[in-house]
């Protein structure tokens, strides 16, 4: 999970794998998801119980569908 | 006893989950569970049944082999190639590039800086944010990729 300057540059990193060619997005794309719920609660004082009930299940489910190719 | 004896509730996990989150906010690492029973008031061996637990509702993790917190996401004990500042002081290391960018909702209505090395050939990255906004990114071309599985069943951790 990884950061490069370019589209260009990830796909010459000896690692890159195109079977996960899907997941080669803008920064801006990742920042967006990076800003579901999930995340954005971890400051909450009851954040274990939030993440494991209703609204926690919800904005995982949230997360799958955007991650899922 | 076991760790697996110690009953733990929900809130004693609410609790100790901020307890550290507020640490590592603070001071740039995650803490020891011998703290975090200090802090908590409740026996080391509470302490760390509670750890451990949360590492398993959560994407992170302890270093292998140890009781040691490795990475607390977004957060990173362990150094990793991804700097964060916030408001132009430097202490925190993010779990990987893409929980870098989830680090802003912790520091709300401060700046948050990504400094970071592109893989390919050590070249700067960096990146600033603030609340919603994206301030900065360079070079503009910045894309993020992995190579791992992400959103799949393993372990219903996404991002580990």
């Known amino acids: ?69 | 006893m076991t760790s697996d004896d110690i009953a733990i509730s929900l809130e004693d996990l609410d609790v100790t989950y901020a307890a550290i989150m507020a640490e590592t906010v603070e001071m740039g690492v995650s803490p020891h569970y011998a703290e975090v029973s200090t802090a908590l008031d409740v026996s080391p061996a509470v302490a760390k049944a509670r750890i451990s637990r949360i590492m398993d509702l959560t994407p992170g993790w302890l270093h292998p082999g140890t009781d040691l917190i490795a990475s607390f996401p977004p957060f990173n004990n362990q150094p990793t190639q991804y700097r964060v500042s916030v408001d132009g002081e430097q202490k925190w290391f993010a779990q990987c590039g893409f929980e870098a960018l989830a680090i802003r909702w912790l520091f709300p209505g401060q700046t948050v800086r990504i400094d970071a090395p592109c893989l390919l050939g050590g070249d700067p990255i960096s990146i600033e944010m603030r609340d919603e906004e994206i301030l900065s990114v360079t070079p503009e071309t910045t894309v993020g990729y992995t190579h791992s599985p992400v959103g799949g069943d393993a372990a219903n951790r996404p991002f580990r």
């Open chain 1, 1 to 69: 999970m990884n950061l490069f300057r370019s589209e260009e540059d990830a796909r010459a990193w000896d690692e890159f794998n195109s079977d996960m060619e899907w997941t080669l997005q803008p920064v801006q794309w990742w920042a967006e998801t990076f800003s579901n719920a999930m995340f954005r609660s971890r400051g909450r004082p009851d954040f274990i119980s939030w993440v494991t009930g209703e609204e926690g299940g919800a904005a995982m489910l949230e997360l799958r569908g955007r991650l899922t190719p």
